[in-house]
């Protein structure tokens, strides 16, 4: 038995801001902004919490499955930017949805939070112990990034997709394998200073923004770029893969530099990768899924190709998953 895929969709907030909206604002330029990292706009909610951005996607897979909240029986919202670090989120969605069969908890994988929350959501559909669950990847940037702070501010955005996993009784689609890596040495380079136990709020975290993400680019940069592009290469070679078996590289939207490197490796061509980065920027744990319901949306993805989704980000948290595509083509794209 295998986990599939049998509702996506994806939501981020109406505000649009684009690269000028930065420059008038911080010493940047549109043209340093798209050359470094392919960022052209992105969208942000500056009311609300995370869970405001997620009712809409949550609510648009139940009825695209044709089923109701009632129906779900555990919620995983992958996430650095909860609504508030307890209840989970995935608490909150579940009321503010009325899931109220369902369990669940948030899962802190930065940009490599949707690939561990869908190996573990699959796990548990797997093991037979959900057989209907909400799954999220998610972030609200805006929360925490410094918007006088030119370094990280242009890389951000917010939004979130949602998928239903449902188990299979075939095998021959879902996650058919995964490479999973995190390495703490990477704390130092990335990371929110202050809010967590080690370092709680007080007034001289916030004076000093220490509520903020902390990025050393060019390391983060350099770990990325041979992260993403290892474990993306090493999960086609291990599967007898080649580039011609893969429809489509879904990679988190961190650097279109990061990306053009990574489908070079597994030596796919631009046509094969999906890139939204322009329009979004970096979602953190929403690229991926985002990506997935821009495909599926707009009909770019057939039953049983072959996706390779990866992903680098905070920790160091890095990985890929090889899922082969589920859903019949949608009639209403
Ligand atoms: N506008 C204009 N100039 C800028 C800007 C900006 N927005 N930001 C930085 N610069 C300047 C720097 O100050 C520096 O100037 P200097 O040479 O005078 O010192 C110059 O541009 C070059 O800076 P670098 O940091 O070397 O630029 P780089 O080419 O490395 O690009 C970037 C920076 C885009 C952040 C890149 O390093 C990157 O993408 N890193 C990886 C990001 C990533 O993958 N993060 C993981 C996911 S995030 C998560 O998990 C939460």
Redesign the pocket.
Known sequence: MKAVITAIAHHVPEGVYDNNW?AQK????DE??KT??GISERHFAFEGGLTDIIVPAAEAVLKQRGITAEDIDCIIIAT?TPDRIFPSSAAILQRKIGAKNAWGFDLAG??SGFLYALVTASKLIESGASKKLLLVGGDK?SSIIDFED???????GDGCGAVILEPSESDEYGVMDHILRMDGNGEVH?HQKAGGSMRTPTIETVTNKEHY?Y?E??A??KA?VKGMADVSYEIMERNHMTADDVAWLIP?Q??L??IDATAERMGLSKEKVMINIDRYG?T?AGTIPICLSELYQTNKVKKGDYLVLSS????Y?WGSVLLRWSLEHNEKA
């Open positions: 930065f911080i010493d940047t330029t340093w902004i470094r990292t650095v930065a940009c940037m030119r370094t990280t501010c242009v890389l951000f990335l993400v990025q680019g060019q983060v940069f990325a988190h961190a650097n530099r990061i970096n953190t680098f980000g905070a920790g948290t």
